[in-house]
């Protein structure tokens, strides 16, 4: 990385370095995730967004590549926060569907982040005129949105009601 960011572009390739850390840490920590689960439609999700996630890193590589950049050399300390968060919850003793509610939440915060992360990204690239990183970024932020929802209709509809009993 440049020993400054001088413009909106160095900000663009610091950001995409960062999602692509974030997106390698997931990549880890999803698999744990989905074990924790008890929920079959939860579980399934956690595995579903891995599969995804991996593509997502794909996507930033390509992205990197189009900006003559590469992907590494940044650590999202954020991403590996929300994840000990995560961890940490995993520990906990709790029953069941206590624990698949716990882990929707912390899944969503984690969704949250990259929300935001690949939204600004996003913007960024269209600021600049790359609209083909701006497309890849669209894609991905739309496939996190979606990730979002799906734990948040899985609350709502079933888990959170079953953790109450």
């Known amino acids: 990385m440049a020993d400054k960011l001088k413009n909106l572009n160095d900000l663009l390739e610091h950001q995409l370095k960062d999602l692509y850390s974030a997106e390698t840490q997931l990549i880890e920590a999803l698999p744990k995730m989905a074990d924790k689960a008890t929920d079959p439609q939860l579980k399934k999700a956690f595995q579903s967004h891995l599969e995804e996630t991996k593509k997502q890193r794909e996507r930033l590589e390509k992205a990197c590549n189009i900006l003559g950049t590469k992907p ?18 995993m520990n906990e003793k709790a029953e069941k569907e206590v624990m698949d509610a716990g882990l929707i939440a912390e899944g969503q915060r984690i969704e949250h982040y990259e929300i935001s992360g690949y939204g600004t990204a996003h913007r960024y690239a269209q600021q600049l005129g790359h609209k083909e990183v701006a497309d890849l970024l669209a894609k991905t932020l739309e496939e996190e949105k979606d990730a979002d929802e799906k734990l948040n209709d899985l609350a709502i509809e079933k888990i959170n009601a079953e953790a109450v009993h």
């Open 72 to 89: 590494d050399g940044e650590f999202c300390k954020a991403i590996e926060g929300l994840i000990k968060e995560a961890s940490s919850f």
